[in-house]
């Protein structure tokens, strides 16, 4: 679980998206797999995502599912040492392949038709259907964090980070369907972190 | 909120019978195979399954008053190994630390100068 503060100004500029909070902005869900490859050094994957999702309140639109991610996957370098048996301390530095993502349920309309005619054949009533696409973006960046582990087992651990993140995000250049398209401003570029993660072991 | 009580209740009772049919009690806890296992391997080259049966063992062993020198000693003896191991930085790892904490120092310093 990671903790950060963007101000993510391409949604809370318009009352149209579900409302800010703090589990929608500033938390991120976190899951990771490393492997020591060196005396002191793990590599590895890791990834923190931002979620949000609700109904977004358009006046004169259907009113669709609105769901929008923003994913840090990171491809980290770590070194470590025991300053005691028990504990760790650790220091990571990583580029980041960042990822945008927002989709939308939308409800079909004068396209549905067609369906409802399939469905009709067969002596179903009609349905209203709905229909999914998502616009995306990807960057790049880096982040260095500062780790500190405490061992409860020798195969369990608990393990707070702290560092920074810095973004190369623009919000040129998404993709939808193909399309090149504008999408919302974040101001993600130098954003502080802390995480906190529980660690499992294997030899 | 009726309804909420009742699917905690559901929950821990299916929890219950499930746990007495894939759990079974453990006969004779202190002298398990799987502590031989745990001496062999270390407790971080056991495997899930076999880890969960240890926890269970090292419990069980406990609460009949068995001998927690046991276990203690196979768990410091990892402790330590890790310890040994790990205590000091080798090659290159500890210039990359310092690579580190001068980054993470002058984004915070940096930035808290900026403002």
């Known amino acids: 679980m990671g903790i950060y503060e963007p101000t993510l100004t391409g949604f809370d500029d318009n009352n149209q998206f579900p409302v800010a909070k703090v589990w929608n902005r500033n938390l991120l869900t976190n899951y990771g797999i490393y492997y020591q490859f060196f005396y002191n050094a793990r590599i590895g994957y890791s990834s923190y995502t931002s979620w949000d999702f609700g109904e977004m309140t358009s006046d004169g639109g259907s009113k669709p599912i609105f769901g929008r991610s923003l994913t840090y996957r990171m491809f980290p370098i770590e070194t470590y040492f025991r300053i005691k048996p028990k504990i760790e ?16 349920n939308t409800r079909l309309n004068e396209s549905g038709d067609d369906w409802n005619t399939l469905l009709a054949i067969y002596g179903n009533e009609a349905l209203e259907l709905a229909t999914t696409d998502a616009m995306r973006q990807d960057w790049m960046g880096y982040s260095g964090q500062i780790g500190f582990r405490y061992y409860l087992k020798t195969y369990l651990g608990l393990e707070l980070k702290l560092g920074f993140m810095h973004n190369y ?14 999408g919302p401003v974040y101001d993600i570029e130098k954003l502080p972190i802390f995480a906190f993660k529980v660690i499992y072991g294997l030899k | 909120m009726k309804n909420i009580q009742k699917a905690i209740i559901m929950v821990l009772m299916f929890n219950s019978l499930f746990g007495i049919q894939i759990l079974p009690k453990i006969k ?45 000693i196979i768990e410091s003896k990892e402790y330590q190994r890790d310890y040994e191991q790990s205590r000091f930085m080798v090659s290159w790892t500890s210039t990359f630390s310092y690579c580190v904490g001068v980054a993470i120092f002058y984004y915070f310093a940096l930035g808290w100068m900026a403002k």
């Open chain 1, 89 to 104: 301390l650790n220091f990571t530095l990583t580029p980041i392949w960042g990822r945008s993502k927002i989709s939308l």
């Open chain 1, 169 to 182: 995000y623009s919000e040129k250049n998404w993709r939808l369907q193909g399309n090149k398209i504008t």
């Open chain 2, 28 to 72: 004779d806890p202190c002298s398990d195979p799987i502590i031989a296992v745990a001496k062999e391997k270390g407790l971080k080259g056991m495997n899930m399954v076999e880890t969960i049966r240890y926890v269970r063992v090292e419990k069980a062993c406990k609460n009949l008053g068995g001998h927690d020198e046991t276990f203690y």
